[in-house]
């Protein structure tokens, strides 16, 4: 077989012809020779761009070489409008090509694609024959779509314009490897190939998403499905399939004693190779009861004999008392709906092999992360030089939370009778307090002349359920501006509150004030009898859904009453599979050390992984489902560092490693997707990758007309819009909501730490942030992109850019004028076929940070410091009085832009008020003159007519200022009204 390759290096471009108004292009070069296709990088912006590119085609036939022409297109691309188009055309006979020896850069003039494209300029190619056997020929694209080869899920995304390609731009002597990884690829079927995504905006690649194709427990991942194998699958289908050897040790009896005082403090200790683990130690104890259960990993495994000790805990060293050997191949082998493996009695051997005595129950047998005993089981394979399982326990297992069900107290202050005070020279300033635990709010103060204050405010509180604070309202007398005294107080336990689950008045209520009791039984002791009385109406509303999280990522939507929740609509599926490249968070035996372990949040359900020792690639393969009420719902996953095992660990906090965002209503039903995860985190320093996270996600809908019909109804319950709360007042409550949820979390066995539970409800998310600023500014520039587009491709057709397309516009317009009935069902079915088009590249994966969306790869250092500093500020006097000028200027610019909006509404009001009598005047001379014409004149014509003259040639047109836009320009606004 011929080892003969035409090697083609497209070098550069020079004075091509601008495709973007402002005179510049987005060129790329595509090479077709032989059936074969390939394409350089695309640089933005660049007339005289530089590739330096070189690729590799297969001769399949070299006798028909001088019949085989090499041709070079060179495309301008807009990534705004998804399209292409030619600047020109190179098209080389095979008959001119030469050695590699005598091959040189030679720049050919750009031809026209067709005759209706202007071109100018010159591509730069050197084009060379070569048989070294050591180069292998490049992978070509496949004849599809432009944009589909870059961003379908086969294929590398469109290569970064700051970066090289990872493939395309190889030096010569390195291309080889790009065809070696394709190869290996397609015939090896590697466990892990990856594809990366590039989206709309460029980022480097290594914070790009990335698809990974494991071999999960219910097959292989093919196509967003997972085709089962030759065995059934299980309901653990989304994670690897990991084998353990489970060893349950339940107790022991007739133990021997060491002395004649009967004393022995037993524990065991398991061992396989260099795996040990061990069960706590009792004291003086023959008959000791640990029920305690242990995984080993079999592919870790060492040893093929399990030994099982008892021993003796000793200050000097422990004793031996008894073992039980194991063989792992007579082992039975156990995966649910089976039942589990009833424990057994063993008779205990000495050092000799001969029967000692006591027995040990014990249950042993091989089973997956499926099993029921694996969330509670101890992995000492995962602890290292670490502490030790038994110590550590409960600290490193998964664990399920469910988050306490939050109330929106509604308090009302309507009035207080019967105020007296010690001091009968004065009127007293009247104010009550509420408070529940922390939250405090407090009335406005009224002078009392007539022992009687009327309020009518109303105030809202957070609870969690079960109440444990009561609500107590203090009134209050403000004696001076830095004095208050207590007139009277009264507690309120909220298990007495009623619930409404609507916006049904309830019932006021007189409280009895005390000067100093609070509870009931210090009322009972009181003698003397205080008369003052407050009025209140008070409720727990359960009709609103109580945020504790950030609007923007909410994973639940449904009221706090049960009784309104409506029926589930899907169910939500999550595999945590690995961790890659995790960074050492702290120093442990003079080695980088990362004790991992994920959080994954979604509704009041909050889940725990069991957290890896020792290990920066750690392997978490567990599986969990959650009901879905609402697809416009997010999932969100964090990874932290434990820091509990340390000295001090009551005061230590867990390390933030990253977290993924994943909202439900980019997954297509019933697909899995498994993706790499880049974990992202701004830092003081700038941002940092802190390692991949592996997942496994899959949205299964129980009645697609159920999900359908969900987004005809309202996004929250009814009453957040027939009694709305104000955008500070959720803040405020939605910051207690998460003190709350983090206060129950901290107190569960093995806490979630209040730092975790902040993070993952974005509690610092309403802090001020240039970077976030700029970067929502950028948004809103994009969103307006393309109505920004549309108006510069209609002021080229204004203008005659391309008289065809011009020419095609004007029948348009003119049978839309003659046929107004169709430009509603016009519309329609553009936006169809707008759509339908849209579907070929549609993402196929679920949306991800975009560091350049976050503006975070080129933030300034000092913005960074500021965001990041403390509220207040910690800063000293002159950074701050920086910060505070640019914060001056930004807010200026700001203030500039919403004057001149502002300005253009009041022209438009000024029209008809007179405020300019000679303009007004104008104008409605312009009206009547206009209806008189509208009279007798079919709008058509005069449609016709404005429009034809919008789009009336250049040559009709003049540089200056239509009359109209000078007479409006003219009009007053209300900037004479400010200062």
Known sequence: MSNLKLAVEVISAHDLYPKESNGSCNPCVELHFDNQKFRTAIKDGDINPHWNELFYFTISDPSSLHDSPLKAVVYHVNKETRSKSAIGKVQISGSSFVSQSDAAVLYYPLEKKNMFSSTKGELGLKVFLTDDPSVRSSSPLPDSDFFQDYQSEDQIPFPNPTSSNIFHHLPREQNQLKTSFMVDEMKSAPQRPTRVFSPPQQQPLEFQLKETRPKLGGGQVVGGRVIPGEKPTS?????????????????????????????????????????????????????????????????????????????????????FVGMVFFDLTDLPRRAPPDSPLAPEWYWMVDKKGGKGKGELMLAVWIGTQADECFPIASHPDSMGGGPTAAAFNSLIRSKVYHSPRLWYVRVNII????????????????????????????????????????????????????FEEALLLSVVDRVASNKEETIGRVQIHLSTVEKRLDDKLINTKWYTLDKNAVTEDEKEKKREKFLSRLHVRLCLDG??????????????????????????????????????????????????????YCVAKYGQKWIRTRTVLNNLSP???????????????????????????????????????????????????????????????????????????????????????????????????????????????????????????????????????????????DVESHLWSMRRSKANFSRFMSVFSGVMAVGRW?????????????????????????FPELIVPTIFLYSFLIGMWNYRFRSRHPPHM?????????????????????????????????????????????????GDVATQGERLQMLLNWRDPRATAIFLVFCLCSAAVLYVTPFSVLVVVAGFYLMRHPMFRHKMPSPTINFFRRLPARTDSML
Not at 257 to 263: A, F, N, P, V
Not at 288 to 308: C, G, K, N, T, Y
Not at 554 to 559: A, H, I, Q, Y
Not at 864 to 882: A, C, I, N, Q, W
């Open 235 to 319: 309901t653990y289908d989304l994670v690897e399939k990991v084998e353990y050897l489970f060893v349950r040790v339940v107790k022991a009896r007739d133990l021997p004693s060491k002395d004649i005082t009967g004393s022995l403090d037993p524990y065991v200790e398991l061992r396989l190779g260099n795996n040990k683990a061990r069960t706590k130690h009792f004291v003086k104890n023959q008959n000791p009861e640990w029920d305690e259960v242990f995984a080993f990993p079999i592919d870790r495994l060492q040893s093929s004999v399990l030994e099982v000790l008892v021993k003796d805990k000793d200050v000097i060293k422990d004793d």
């Open 415 to 466: 009035e207080a009778q019967d105020i007296i005070i010690a001091d009968k020279t004065r009127f007293p300033d009247v104010l009550v307090r509420c408070q529940i635990g922390i939250q405090v709010l407090k009335t406005k103060p009224i002078q009392a002349r007539t022992m009687n204050v009327l309020w009518n405010e109303e105030f809202m509180f957070v609870a969690a359920e079960p």
């Open 543 to 596: 009709g609103y859904h109580v945020l504790d999280e950030s609007t923007h990522y909410s994973s639940d939507l449904r009221p706090t009453a049960k009784q309104l929740w409506k029926q589930s609509i899907g169910l939500l599926e999550l595999g945590i599979l690995n961790a890659d490249g995790l960074p050492p968070m702290k120093t442990r035996e003079g080695k980088g050390s990362c004790d991992s």
């Open 619 to 761: 392997r978490y393969n567990e599986q969990y489902t959650w009901e879905v009420y609402d697809t416009a719902t997010v999932l969100t996953v964090g990874v932290f560092d434990n820091n509990q095992f340390e000295k001090g660990s009551e005061e230590a906090k867990d390390g933030r490693i990253g977290k993924v965002r994943i909202r439900l209503s980019t997954l297509e039903t019933g697909r899995v997707y498994t993706h790499s995860y880049p974990l992202l985190v701004l830092h003081s320093s700038g941002l940092k990758k802190m390692g991949e996270l592996h997942l496994a996600i899959r949205f299964s809908s129980t009645s697609l007309l159920n999900t359908m019909l969900i987004y005809s109804k309202p996004l929250l319950p009814k009453l957040h819009y027939l009694h709305p709360l104000s955008i500070t007042q959720l803040e405020v409550l939605r910051n207690h909501a998460v003190q709350l949820v983090a206060s129950r979390l901290s107190r569960m066995e093995p806490p979630l730490k209040k730092e975790v539970v902040e993070y993952m409800s």
């Open 794 to 818: 209609f002021g080229d057709v204004c203008y005659w850019k391309n008289p065809i397309t011009t020419v095609l516009v004007h029948v348009l317009f003119v049978m839309l004028v003659c």
């Open 850 to 898: 975009n560091t350049r969306i976050l503006q975070a790869d080129s933030v300034h250092p000092d913005e960074l410091d500021e965001e990041f500093d403390s509220f207040p500020t910690s800063k000293g006097p002159e950074l701050v009085r920086m910060r505070y000028d640019r914060l001056r200027s930004v807010a200026g610019r700001m203030q500039t832009v919403v």
